[in-house]
């Protein structure tokens, strides 16, 4: 199964993901992951996304459709996997049609701007493994440390309120417009965000009509 997981910053693409990985066990792919990983190793291609992602702007389509296309040529990635964030562009769309992918469904997961800001102002990740979480909505066991692997969690750096403010406009204005583009392909299943994550779950499997 090839999924890709569509919304706004904040929308719940991350979590979801993380979800249905284990559900299918298929990879989850995040490129704003990818890109926080090289910003911390340094290595080029992260110093030359970080102001980017500092402004709350999109990081060039080219060096996200490179990290794309070596990405899903993995062995890991030969059942499927999970787009989480990718494409946010019609180019990026256009270069994964033209890689021959076969996508099953595109998940759009839909959350008032309201909503996505206070979702985002109470987000921690955990600073080893990346795993989300959300000091009301899906808090850790243990205050501060990740369950999974006791890292420290922390609050991402573009999650500031004028950050975020940013990156609401640059989806509204680039990456939205997509909707219209999968919708021709009729892949899009819209889900509107819930306030309970068990709740968007639910309602996640039964868009992809494997649960109810
Ligand atoms: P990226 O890391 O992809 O960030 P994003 O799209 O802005 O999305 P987020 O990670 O902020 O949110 P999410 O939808 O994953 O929500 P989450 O599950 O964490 O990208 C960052 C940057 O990288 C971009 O700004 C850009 O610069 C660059 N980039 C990445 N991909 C790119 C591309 N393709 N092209 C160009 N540039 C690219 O949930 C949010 C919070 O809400 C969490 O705390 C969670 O616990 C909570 N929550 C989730 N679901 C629920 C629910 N149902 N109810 C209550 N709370 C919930």
Known sequence: MKLILFGPPGAGKGTQAEFLSQ?????????????RN?????????????????????????????????RISEDDCKNGYILDGFPRTLN????????????????????SDED????????????SCGA?????????KV?????????????????????????????HKQTEPLKEFYKKEGLLRIVKGQEELADTKKEVLKALEVGK
Do not use: W
């Open 143 to 171: 205050d501060g440390v990740c369950d999974k692997c006791g890292g420290t969690l922390i609050s991402r750096e573009d999650d500031d309120p004028e950050t975020v403010r940013k990156r609401l406009v640059v989806y």
């Open 116 to 127: 996505l800001i206070k979702r985002l102002s109470g987000r921690r990740e955990c600073k």
């Open 23 to 35: 559900t299918f066990s298929i990879p989850s792919i995040s490129t704003g992951a990818i890109i």
């Open 38 to 70: 090289a910003i911390r190793e340094k290595t080029p291609m992260g110093i030359a996304a970080e102001k980017y992602i500092d402004e709350g702007q999109l990081v060039p389509d080219e060096v996200v459709i490179e990290i794309v296309k070596e």
């Open 92 to 111: 990026q769309a256009v270069a994964l049609k033209n890689m021959g992918e076969k996508i099953d469904h595109v998940i759009d997961l839909e959350v």
């Open 132 to 140: 989300p979480y959300h000091i009301k909505y899906n808090p850790p």
